[in-house]
């Protein structure tokens, strides 16, 4: 069983920054993918970045590209997800997830279905 703990939400303007932390506990960190993903409210989950276990594979949706990096920090059993140039419609609630599988290709890890273990997940708001 691994459990996540997401932080960093907050209320910002248009164009400001962020950075998202989940901290994991449990198993071993360092053996899992970690996946960020995020539900605007009336809206389906989405993905939004995730990186592989060995840090090869490292996937961002269009939305994210060139504004969002992901990183892990597996000494702190710590992923993070920061945020530049935020916009209104980044506005969602933004939940970590963690899997144990070894995907072969990007596509793997932007979804949603493979993921074992979700935590609760943070708020980020955006205003315009």
């Known amino acids: 069983q691994v459990q996540l703990v997401e932080s960093g939400g907050a209320l910002v303007q248009a164009g400001g920054s962020l950075r998202l932390s989940c901290a994991a506990s449990g198993r071993t960190f360092s053996n899992y993918n970690m996946g960020w993903f995020r539900q605007a409210p009336g809206k389906e989950r989405e993905f939004v970045a995730a990186i592989s276990w060995s840090g090869y594979y490292i996937v961002y949706a269009d939305s994210g590209k060139g504004r969002f990096t992901i990183s892990r920090d597996n000494d702190k059993n710590t992923v993070f997800l920061q945020m530049y140039s935020l916009k209104p419609e980044d506005t969602a609630v933004y939940f970590c997830?963690?899997?144990?599988?070894?995907?072969?290709?990007?596509?793997?890890?932007?979804?949603?279905?493979?993921?074992?273990?979700w935590g609760q997940g943070t708020q980020v708001t955006v205003s315009s």
């Open positions: 997830a963690a899997d144990e599988g070894r995907g072969t290709n990007g596509r793997y890890y932007s979804s949603g279905g493979v993921y074992d273990y």
